[in-house]
């Protein structure tokens, strides 16, 4: 025969040099390079199978590494490296389709021959698709053997590749070698089925395989194992050339799904375009979209296939029976147990695993590729939430805007839904828990709230009656300004500590007890009416006894009456001290007298209340007014249970520099220790240290003992129930919830405020704002201060409190104040040396005082300075109209004469006509004889015109009047 060289028959073959070259290693034949001579037996060999290849594929092959191949279409251009993976994928993808066919063959019609040498590139090729979209064929051929059947025919050596194939089947899993070189995949994989499989087509094809293609049986198996995790590999598609896309659509039959994902792809083009009918069409490359990849998972998926996973577990399946499963070794533990992972997958899922996790950005490009995502979008639509998802947990209450996320709906729908309900919200807008169930149930959604009910873990058990014992009453003392409340105090302080009490510096922690024959009585020591309605206002009912001191020379006094008030419908009894009687104008008789008009009726005169008179300064008979107390706690039978975890209320709060947060404690109930943990109002904390109103330190407290506690994390407020806790967990999660609980309600508060305020700006006119912030010493009476501000308050102006606390002034509240127009009160406090300063120079007004009605009174002048000046009409004169005359420009002018009084140049004027005011406004000029003039007295005339208004007529009478401002008032 003629002598073919390599290269001659390269050009025959339309193939490259090396490729044949690799085809004639895969069969024995060694060749040194293109222009060795070749055996004719080879040619032929070679030449026979290699038409189809040739024609069809136009491919192009690297050798990447020694081992490595890679073919692609030839116009392709080079995708990366081996680690481009994906974008070679993408073109074995689509000639994947086709081999799908071949796949199928094999199972059918294939017989585990040795692959056929002759094996095309092409068929090499399927191989790879196979190995990539194995589970499709498997199932496909067996679904319809018959086409499957007639492809073989046509692809000559499909019938022998089918054998690979169907291995490769289950290898396509594996494929990623074969991805990363469709064809060298026997080298990359070599030890894996798939490059078995490979290998029996690409036979030739690459060298290297060859060796192992020779054994195709085993391999495939081997194969199924590794396909599986290439596979996720291969599809991602990345650069597949025009070429391909153009398979595609031909491979995806509507009408054979399943072949048509398969077999479709490049092959359609090919050869099975007469095989698959269905092939043409066009549509199907939606989803392929350039990538060849998708084109499998997106065609109908057959019960038994399943993409990515689904696919290794295909070829598994098959490749068992091959044998080849011990060789899975590496492989097969790679691939991961194939049973269960087969119902793991769905179709949809997977499209979405591998849309999210291979083929994100390129998608979107490209008309086709647009389609596909539409499509998969779609899917992505259809999800529904797991019932358990559908259900909303809230605390109390949600924003819309949290809620709309929790939904997954956008917060503008939500708040158009809030809308159609008649609620303007905002995407912060804090939504009760009956709003957001509503508003759920309109989503599909259910709430359920988990808010704590802090309350039910904080209530107190009831006792038994034998735990109780008697425990100390607790007094407050209220009365009239300057009736001696604060000298009472004081001298029963003193009286009992000469009395033989420890001796010491007496401290002030806002309560304190004394002893009478071997009894505690306990005093509050904010006297006024004002701390004692703030604390019952937050709940504390801590008072038993009230002491109502009425000073003898003085009588009942307003605020006597408000203090009797406050003590009746606080329900405490009250005990009547009649106080100054060391006065020579003291007259007790008068003030029982006058009592008795508030229902307080002396003993002596046939009453219930106790009256007892006392003298602070002169310490007179206050041994009997604590009798008299102790006789009032015995009849009220005062009992608490001192063995249980305690509580109390917060009497007293500060901010000591020294030992941060304190805060007078009155242990109400059980027994305070050092080491307890506790919650109060929004803080929390564990008792440090304890001690009493003499600064000794006390390790328990129990009922009714007034202690002075360290270890608070903040100031708690005056009024606040303390409770003992289990744990410091407890009392961390009680005090977080109180504090969300307080932000939501503060946020809800202002957000209704500023729609009151624009309601109140509609209905009554501009309302004026006069804003404080007060500093005290002691909690008490900054209470006390800002309590008696709020009630300043008018309907003309709205007194508000910006900020109260305890403290010196500071920097921080200048600057509230300046940015909020505000005046600060301080009592008993200073301003910081800066922050006094930065007063001065932002202007704020700083006010510093030690009774607290002089600073009421001081507000009371500042709100007046602020009402708006009230006008009073004063009268100027009158004028009778006699004439009229139309002025161009100036319009009717009358002509009068001044009967009464006198007329001022731009005077406010009225227009009488037979006594009826038809029209009130302004002079719009004065004349005397063509001049303007100033007044008009009586007895003359003059020409007046009015402003804006010329309905005139004679014998009319102008009235002219003058507004004078006058100073409003409270
Ligand atoms: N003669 C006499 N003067 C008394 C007596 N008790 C108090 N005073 C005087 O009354 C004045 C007012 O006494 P306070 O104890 O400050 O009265 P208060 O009720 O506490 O006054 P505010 O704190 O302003 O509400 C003081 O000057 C006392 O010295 C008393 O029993 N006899």
New binding site residues.
């Given amino acids: 025969m003629s002598k073919t060289r390599v290269y001659e028959l390269a050009q025959q073959l339309g193939i490259d040099n090396k490729e044949v070259m690799a085809r004639l290693a895969e069969r024995g034949v060694s060749v040194k390079n293109h222009m060795a001579v070749i055996e004719d037996a080879d040619v032929k060999a070679l030449s026979a199978p290699a038409q189809a290849p040739a024609k069809e594929v136009a491919q192009e092959e690297v050798r990447v590494k020694p081992t490595l191949i890679r073919r692609r279409a030839a116009k392709t251009p080079e995708p990366a490296p081996a680690a481009e993976a994906p974008a070679e994928a993408a073109p074995a993808e689509p000639t994947r389709a086709p081999e799908a066919e071949a796949a199928v063959e094999a199972p059918v019609a294939a017989k585990p021959e040795p692959a056929a040498p002759a094996a095309p590139a092409r068929e090499v090729h399927r191989a790879v698709i196979i190995e990539a979209a194995p589970p499709k064929p498997a199932p496909a051929a067996a679904a319809e053997p018959k086409k499957v059947e007639e492809a073989p025919k046509k692809a000559a050596a499909a019938t022998q590749a089918p054998k690979p194939a169907a291995e490769s089947a289950p290898a396509p899993a594996a494929a990623t070698p074969a991805a990363e070189t469709p064809a060298p995949a026997p080298e990359a994989a070599a030890p894996a089925a798939p490059a078995a499989a490979a290998a029996p087509m690409a036979p030739a094809a690459e060298a290297a395989a060859a060796p192992k293609a020779a054994e195709p049986q085993p391999e495939p198996e081997k194969a199924t194992p590794t396909r599986a995790r290439i596979l996720g590999r291969v599809e991602i598609p990345g650069i597949t050339q025009p070429q391909q896309r153009p398979e595609r659509r031909v491979e995806r039959p509507g009408t054979e799904p399943r072949q048509g994902q398969r077999p479709g792809g490049p092959r359609g083009v090919e050869r099975p375009g007469t095989e698959r009918p269905g092939t043409g069409r066009p549509g199907e490359r939606p989803m392929g979209g350039g990538r060849p990849d998708r084109p499998a998972p997106l065609a109908p998926v057959e019960p038994g296939i399943v993409a990515g996973d689904d696919r290794r577990k295909g070829a598994r399946k098959p490749a068992a029976p091959g044998g080849g499963a011990s060789d899975f070794g590496k492989n097969a533990k790679k691939g991961g147990p194939p049973a269960k992972k087969k119902e793991a997958f769905k179709k949809p899922d997977m499209l979405d695993k591998r849309e999210r996790v291979f083929e994100p950005g390129p998608r979107s490009k490209g008309k086709k590729r647009g389609v596909e995502k539409v499509q998969i979008g779609k899917k992505t639509e259809i999800t529904v939430p797991k019932a358990i998802k559908r259900i909303i947990k809230i605390s109390e209450s949600i924003t819309v805007g949290e809620l709309a996320k929790r939904m997954g709906i956008k917060a503008t729908d939500l708040i158009r839904a809030l809308m159609k309900m008649g609620v303007m919200a905002t995407i912060n807008h804090p939504l009760d828990f009956d709003t957001a169930t509503i508003l759920a149930t309109d989503f599909g959604y259910e709430i359920e709230n988990v808010a704590l009910d802090v309350d039910e873990m904080l209530e107190s058990e009831p006792d038994a009656p034998e735990d109780l014992v008697k425990r100390p009453p607790v007094v407050t003392i209220m009365?009239?300004?300057?009736?001696?409340?604060?000298?009472?105090l004081?001298a029963i302080r003193e009286a009992n500590v000469i009395a033989g009490e420890a001796g010491g510096i007496t401290q002030h922690i806002g309560a304190y007890d004394v002893e009478l024959d071997g009894r505690k009585i306990t005093f509050l020591d904010t006297?006024?009416h004002e701390a004692f309605t703030a604390m019952r206002a937050r709940g504390a009912k801590v008072t038993d006894i009230v002491i109502l001191?009425v000073?003898a020379d003085d009588g009942v006094m307003p605020q006597t009456r408000e203090a009797v008030n406050h003590s009746k419908a606080a329900g405490v009894p009250i005990i009547v001290a009649i106080?100054?009687?060391?006065?020579p104008e003291a007259n007790p008789s008068k003030v029982k007298q006058e009592l008795m008009e508030f229902g307080l009726v002396s003993e002596e005169w046939g009453g219930e209340t106790i009256f007892v008179e006392?003298?602070?300064?002169?310490k007179?008979n206050l041994e009997g007014l604590l009798e008299m107390v102790l006789l009032q706690a015995d009849v009220l039978e005062l009992k608490a249970n001192p063995n249980k975890s305690a509580r109390g209320t917060i009497v007293e709060a500060k901010l000591d520099k020294g030992r941060g947060p304190v805060a007078t404690v009155l242990v109400q109930e059980g027994t305070l220790k050092v080491g307890d943990y506790f919650v109060a109002g929004v803080h929390f904390g564990r008792v440090r240290a304890m001690q009493n109103d003499r600064g000794d330190k006390v390790l328990t407290a129990g009922p009714a003992m007034p202690v002075e506690v360290i270890g608070f994390t903040g100031v708690p407020d005056a009024g606040d129930i303390f409770v003992s806790m289990a744990d410091e967990k407890q009392a961390k999660e009680i005090s977080t919830h109180r504090q969300i609980k307080l932000r939501e309600a503060e946020l809800a508060k202002s957000s209704k405020l500023s729609l009151e305020q624009l309601y109140e700006k509609i209905q009554k006119g501009e309302v004026k704002d006069l804003n404080t912030i007060v500093k005290g010493d002691v909690q008490g009476s900054v209470e006390a201060v800002a309590e008696s501000l709020r009630k300043l308050t008018t309907d003309a102006i709205r007194l508000n409190v910006l900020h109260a606390s305890v403290g010196a002034i500071t920097e921080t509240d200048v600057n509230l104040a300046s940015a909020s127009n505000a005046i600060i009160l301080g009592f008993n406090v200073r301003p910081e040396v800066k922050a006094a300063a930065l007063a001065e120079k932002e202007g704020v007004d700083v006010r510093l005082y030690n009774?607290i009605?002089d600073a009421v009174d001081d507000i009371k002048k500042a709100m007046e300075g602020l009402l708006e000046p009230t006008f009073q009409e004063k009268y100027l004169g009158r004028a009778e109209i006699r004439e009229t005359f139309s002025v161009p420009k100036h319009g009717m002018v009358a002509g009068c004469y001044i009967t009464d009084g006198k007329i001022l140049r731009g005077s406010q004027v009225r227009l009488l006509r037979d006594n009826v005011v038809v029209y009130e406004g302004k002079l719009g000029s004065l004349r005397r004889f063509k001049d303007d003039v100033k007044e008009v007295s009586t007895g003359y005339e003059c020409g007046m015109s009015l402003e804006n208004y010329n309905d005139i007529k004679v014998g009319d009478i102008i009235e002219a009047f003058e507004l004078e401002k006058v100073a409003g008032k409270l």
């Fill in positions: 009365g009239h300004v300057d009736h001696g409340k604060t000298s009472l004081d006297p006024g001191v000073a106080n100054k009687i060391d006065k006392v003298s602070a300064k002169k007179i009774i009605y």
